[in-house]
């Protein structure tokens, strides 16, 4: 069965920023099968057991993951903190091969970050110590031009940015 390739959506920034929640968000309304969702985290953490900086097998498993979703046609949304030095080359090649691809950037600050994290539910796995050391401020790729999210920009807003770059209405 021939498929043509899907879409690429990339949601980078720091951890705590807002992209699983704007994935989760994209996800729904786009619609049961249709859209793919593979988390940086979920990827390292755990279905490798990875150590936070070696990321070497993740990061070729996590494009393997997104090649199979494009190659299916699905909307594939690769969401993380997606540090510009190590995941360049495996974001570079998808966005190769999607039929079309769109990159969105949490650009904010450690300490918006950090409030960020603490209404989380999950704001007792990590530490503040542990936050400040994955923060790297702003990280541009240099093969493409990313959308730029700052604080004032809510995981609704931007779910819906991203709809519309992919031709997807919030119903």
């Known amino acids: 069965m021939d498929h043509q390739a899907g879409a690429l959506i990339v949601l980078r920034g720091n951890s705590g920023s807002g992209k699983s929640?704007?994935?989760s968000l994209v996800q729904a309304d786009i619609g049961p099968g249709e859209c793919l969702v593979?988390?940086?985290?979920?990827?390292?953490?755990q279905l490798l057991n990875e150590a936070d900086r070696a990321e070497v097998a993740s990061k070729?498993?996590?494009?393997?993951?997104a090649a199979w979703g494009l190659g299916r046609g699905l909307v594939v949304v690769v969401e993380g903190i997606l540090n510009a030095g190590r995941h360049q080359r495996t974001?570079?090649?998808?966005?190769?091969?999607a039929t079309r691809s769109h990159f969105f950037a949490w650009d904010l600050p450690l300490d918006e970050t950090l409030r960020?994290?603490?209404t989380r539910a999950k704001a007792e796995a990590f530490t503040v110590d542990e936050m400040s050391g994955w923060?790297?401020?702003?990280?541009?790729l240099d093969f493409v031009t990313e959308t730029?999210?700052?604080?004032?920009?809510?995981?609704?807003?931007?779910?819906?940015?991203?709809?519309?770059a992919v031709g997807r209405a919030n119903p």
Request: aromatic share 6%.
């Open 21 to 23: 929640t704007v994935a």
């Open 116 to 118: 960020r994290h603490a």
């Open 135 to 140: 923060y790297h401020g702003w990280q541009p």
């Open 148 to 164: 730029r999210f700052d604080a004032s920009v809510s995981a609704r807003t931007a779910a819906d940015l991203v709809l519309a």
């Open 38 to 45: 593979v988390p940086q985290d979920v990827v390292r953490r």
């Open 91 to 97: 974001l570079e090649h998808l966005a190769g091969i």
């Open 60 to 65: 070729d498993l996590l494009g393997t993951i």
